[in-house]
């Protein structure tokens, strides 16, 4: 089956800098990959995700690119706020994410102020 | 649109006694699904449902079962629950090929 792997665990940036949160996929058939922001107590809330037909995506503050090649996904979270701090999870699936999604182990984002 | 909801919310159990956790959507979705998270494990995948009238096994689904009632709900069942077993639950359903939305979990504790 497919097998997520996320880094780093635990990311502190300064408020204002740019954040990089990196995962890798092990199954050649995943074709759909969803970032999931977990705030402390909360569900979690989908935030962008991409297909394996584009190389990257944005919106606003947050961005995702995809290197099918080498298997890799990243987040990219720039002028950080502090309402930005959360654990944050990478996910892939194959179907486009209809049997359900593979979830890397997640990333603890500190905004230092 | 309520979304997602699940009961109970919170639940306590003694090893050996059985639960289930329910599920509902209103947003008329093909696919539900339920997922355990623990600790520095992520969300792991225990059943799903791609359509009404069928169910799926996960990557965890040793010691549950589940029932997709009908379309608009899933329901997960602990026969016999174990301390393993403690975690957070969560349900969460998607349209076909598209976005996951997830409940707002019921949180299990099994002594």
């Known amino acids: 089956g497919e097998n997520v792997e996320q880094h780093p665990s635990t990311l502190s940036v300064q408020e204002g800098d740019s954040a990089v949160i990196k995962c890798t996929y092990s199954?050649?058939?995943?074709?759909?990959f969803p970032w999931y922001k977990q705030e402390l107590g909360k569900r979690p809330q989908l935030i962008i995700d991409?297909?394996?037909?584009?190389g990257e995506k944005k919106d606003q503050r947050i961005a995702v690119t995809l290197n099918k090649t080498a298997k890799h996904f990243s987040l990219h979270i720039t002028e950080t706020q502090p309402e930005d701090s959360a654990v944050y999870f990478c996910?892939?699936?194959?179907?486009?994410?209809?049997?359900?999604?593979?979830f890397g182990k997640g990333t603890h984002l500190i905004i230092q102020p | 649109n309520a979304g997602v909801t699940q009961t109970p919310k919170f639940q306590v159990l003694k090893t050996g006694q059985s639960m289930t956790l329910q599920c509902a959507q209103d947003?008329?979705?093909?696919?539900m699904y339920w997922y355990r998270q623990d600790p520095g494990m992520g969300l792991r995948l225990i059943y799903y449902?791609?359509?009404?009238?069928?169910?799926d096994k996960g990557e965890v689904p040793n010691g549950y079962n589940v029932s997709r009632l009908n379309k608009r709900e899933f329901s997960l069942r602990l026969e016999s629950a174990a301390p393993s077993q403690t975690s957070v639950y969560f349900c969460?359903?998607?349209?076909?090929?598209?976005?996951?939305?997830f409940g707002p979990g019921t949180r299990l504790l099994v002594l």
């Open positions: 969460a359903s998607s349209a076909t090929r598209a976005q996951s939305l």
């Open positions: 199954d050649s058939a995943s074709n759909y």
């Open positions: 449902s791609a359509s009404e009238g069928t169910t």
């Open positions: 996910a892939a699936a194959s179907g486009g994410g209809a049997d359900g999604l593979t």
């Open positions: 947003m008329n979705h093909n696919s």
């Open positions: 991409i297909r394996s037909n584009v």
